[in-house]
């Protein structure tokens, strides 16, 4: 991994959570653990994470009341259900809303998992991306603007018939 990822695992039964790290660790992920929605959220609330795996149920809350609220706080951050008691119906509206990017029925496969993870990261490394090159360009174009404010016509260009720039005498 060319940039550091974080990434949450969040589950009341602590062999999953050591199964998911196990599993993950492999991948060069820096890795953070809760045991319960409550913790967890402490932890959303101080630190960027980038994706976050949840168990469903657990003693409190929820997994999907859970990556709600996780979704509220940093709505960038990618949100990974877990449950042993999959409920299809559940699952797809989670889904369909938005509050999930993928659904895992206990036991998962590992494999399966890590790429989706992989493909999730680079998803998210890419939105990132996205949005700092669309700031450069925000400010190249403020900065185009202030020239032009500053120097009447610096970013008109003339061209003649065949599309080749003309530079006047004048503007030498």
Known sequence: MDAEVF?????DEEP?????????????????????????????GREAI????SDHLMPGMKGLDFLKEVRK??????????TGHADLEMA????????????????????????????????RRLERHNLELAEQVRAQANQLAELERVHPGITSVR???????????EDL
């Open 16 to 44: 999953v959570l050591n199964a998911l790290e196990r599993t993950l660790r492999q991948d060069g992920y820096r890795i953070l653990r809760a045991n319960d929605p409550t913790r967890a959220l402490e932890i959303v």
């Open 159 to 169: 061209r003649n018939r065949t599309g080749a720039i003309v530079i006047e005498d």
């Open 7 to 11: 990434i949450l695992l969040v589950d």
């Open 73 to 82: 706080m940093r709505p960038e951050t990618i949100r990974i259900l877990l």
């Open 50 to 53: 980038d994706l976050i795996i």
């Open 92 to 123: 797809i509206q989670a889904i369909n809303q938005g509050e999930v990017y993928r659904f895992f029925r206990k036991p998962w496969d590992d494999a399966e998992l890590r790429m989706d993870v992989r493909i999730a990261v680079t998803q």
